[in-house]
C-alpha cells in the first residue's frame, strides 16, 4: 500500500479561483502521515490566499485514494514510529481544517475512495462522483474501526443500518449506489469529474448549492429509541456470526455514542477506542495476514531472476471427479479454454455434468448472467484419448491416489504433449519424484495442489522439486494469479505444507478418545476457537477412504510420531465412511445436517480393548482452553519441522496456508503467528509434558527446543536456509 517516496499533496489554483488539492501517493494515494499532513498545509494556505475562492480535493491518475497506508501499522504498533495524538488526524485535520473550513470544499471522487479516503471525502461538504468508483470503509477487515470520522458522518449520510451494514462487512459500494444512497450528491463521467466538481465548489459559495457539514446532519438518524433497536439487532448478529471478535461490537458502541451525545463526542470515543483495537491481537493478526497473502508469490531464488512468465493458452485436466471438475471450473471461469479427459464416456459425460452444475449454481445466485453461463461453458472440451493433447500449454493430472495409475499418466503424458507442455500433479500427498519416475521430464513435473471444492477454495499449493524448472514455477505463479487463486509454493515431501502441518489434528483428537475425552465436546471447543469444523466433523466430510489412504502415507513416512488407532478403519469395516454413508462420528440426515450418534461409543470402547488403552480421568474432564492445546500444539510442532526443513521459505507462507487450506481463523494470524503470540517456551513446556505421558506423538521437534531455550519466536528467519525449494 505504501511506497518508498513520500506522499504528498499537491495545490494548484484556477483562474476561476478553486484551489485544486490533489492527494500523491502511487500507486493507490494511500493516506500516509504525510499526506495527512500535506492536506491540512494545503487547506491552510488555501485559507490564507486571497486567490482562493473554494476547493476541491480530488486523487492522481483516477484514484481518490484507497485509505490509511496500511504499511505504517507495524511502526505504530511496535512503537517505532510518532504518531499524532489521538483524536488529531479525526479532530484537527479532518473535522477543524477540511469540514471546518470557512471556503466550501468538494470531492472529486474516481476510482478508490475507501477508509481513510472516504472518510476525508465525507469531511468536504459535497461529492461527485464516477458511476464505477468504489466508495466504502473495510477497517473492520483489519481489526480495527474506521478511525477518521466514518463511524459518525456515514450513519448521517446514509442512515444507521446501511452503515452499520457497510462497515461490518466491509463491502464497498459502486459510485451509481452511492449516489442512491446519499453519500455523493452527482455522478458524472471522468472527464467531467474535476470541471463539474469545480463549478459545484463555486455554487455552494454563491448558496446555489447547499452548504452541508456532515458531522452536524441530522435529518436521516432515527430517533433514539428506534435508534437502539437497530443497534440491539446488529448487536445480536455480531455475536452469533464473530463470537470471538470484539471490534465489530466496538464499531456499534462508537456509533451509538454519536447518536446518544453528539457527532464531536463520538469523534473522541472513536479515536480513543482505535488506539486500543490497533495494539490488540487481533488487528496484529489481521495486518500480518493482510500482508502475508500479498507476499506469498514472491519467492526468493525463483521470482527474482527477472523471468517472464510463458503465455498458457490451453490446459488439460485429467480426471473428471470432485477435484478435476472443480479445477476446470476455477480455469473456465478465468477464460481458459479446458480439455476434461476421462476414461470412458459415462465417466466424462459425469464429470461434464459437474462442471455444468458448479456454473448453474452461479446463475442460480444472481454472479453470473445466463449469456456468461453459455460463453463459460463453451470452453470445455470433453476428451477420451491424448490426440487433442498434442498443443496444450499445461496438465493437471486429477485422478484418484494410487501412484502405479499416475506414473502411467506422465509416461503417457510425455509422449503425447508438445516439450514446453507444464506437466502438473493435485496430488495431496504422494511425493512427486516417484509420480515422474517413468518420465525424462523433471524439470516441468510440478505440483498444483488445489484444496476442495477447487473453484471455491482460494488456496493453490505450488510443489517444486529439486528439478523443477524456475521458469515453470514461475508460469504456474501466473497461472494461480488468473483464476485468483493464493499461490504458496512449498517443497515436495509427504503431504507438501498444508497436509503435513494439519496430520496431527485428527491424529491428537483420536489420542483424546481413545483415553475417554468426549468427541462432541472435542469439536465444539475447536469450532468455539474459530474453525470452520472440528477434526471429526472434518474426518466425515472428507470421507475415511481418503483418510485411512493419507493415515498409511504419514505412518509409512513418520512412523515414530504418527499415532495409530485402529477406530476408522473398524467403523469403515462396518460401512461407516462419512457423511457420503451418512454414518460417521456423526450421524445425517438426508439435507447433510449432523447429529451426534450414540452408537458411536461402541467402536470408541471396541477400538480402546484393541490398543489396550483405559479412560484416563484428566483427559476425560478436559477444560476447553487444554481441548484446542492439545489439538493444535502438535500442528504447530509439525509445522516447525516444515519450516525447519525449508519446505516453506517463510513463516508466513504457513500461516496463510492454515487460514486458506484449512480455514484456521485470520484473526489469530495463521498457525505460526498465533503460536508466537502463545509463546515457543509455553508451547514446548506442555509437549514435552504430554510426550512423558502420552508418549512420542507429542514429542517437541529440535526446532522448537532450540527456539524455546532462547526464548525466540517460532517465525523468526532460519539462520542457515538448507531450503527445500
Known sequence: MGSNEKGRTVLEVGVDGVALITIVNPPVNSLSFDVLYGLKDSYEEAMRRDDVKAIVVTGAKGKFSGGFDISAFGG??????????????????????????????????????????????????????????????PELQLGLIPGFGGTQRLPRLVGISKALEMMLTSKPVKGEEAHDLGIVDALVSP?????????WALDILEHR?????????????EPLGEAREILKFARAQVQKQAPNLK????CIDVVEEGIASGGRAGLWKEAEEFQGLLRADTCKSLVHIFFAQRGTSKVPGITDRGLMPRRVTKVAVIGGGLMGSGITTALILSNYPVILKEVNDKFL???????????QSRVKKGKMTREKFEKTFALLKGALDYESFRDVDMVIEAVIEKVSLKQEIFADLEKYCPQHCILASNTSTIDLNLIGEKT?????????????PAHIMPLLEIVRTNRTSPQVIVDLLEVGKKIKKTPVVVGN??????????????????????????VYQIDRAITKFGMPMGPFRLADLVGFGVAIATGMQFIENFPERTYKSMLIPMMQEDGRAGETTKRGFYVYDDKRKAKPDPELKKYIEKSMSISGLSVDAKLAKLPEKDIVEMIFFPVVNEACRVYAEGIAVKAADLDIASVMGMGFPPYRGGIMFWADLVGSKYIYSRLEQWSNTYGEFFKPCAYMAERAAQGAPLSSPLKQSKSRL
Open 76 to 137: 505504530l504498533q511496535g512503537g517505532q514510529k510518532a504518531e499524532p495524538k489521538p483524536g488529531y488526524i479525526s479532530v484537527e485535520v479532518i473535522t477543524n481544517a477540511v469540514e471546518g473550513a470557512r471556503k466550501p470544499s468538494v470531492a472529486a471522487i474516481d476510482g478508490l475512495a475507501l477508509g481513510g479516503g472516504l472518510e476525508v471525502a465525507m469531511a468536504c461538504h459535497a461529492r461527485i462522483s464516477t458511476p464505477t468508483a468504489q466508495l466504502g470503509l
Open 191 to 199: 472527464d467531467e469529474l474535476v470541471s463539474t466538481a469545480r463549478r
Open 209 to 221: 448549492r447547499p452548504w452541508v457539514a456532515s458531522l452536524h446532519k441530522t435529518d436521516k438518524l
Open 247 to 250: 471490534h465489530p461490537l466496538v
Open 349 to 359: 459425460q459425469a464429470g461434464i455434468g459437474r462442471v455444468k452444475a458448479n456454473l
Open 440 to 452: 525424462k521430464s523433471h524439470d516441468r513435473i510440478i505440483g498444483a495442489h488445489f484444496f476442495s
Open 493 to 518: 515431501c509427504t503431504g507438501f505444507a498444508v497436509n503435513r502441518m494439519f496430520f496431527p489434528y485428527t491424529q491428537a483428537g483420536l489420542l483424546l478418545i481413545e483415553r475417554g475425552a468426549d
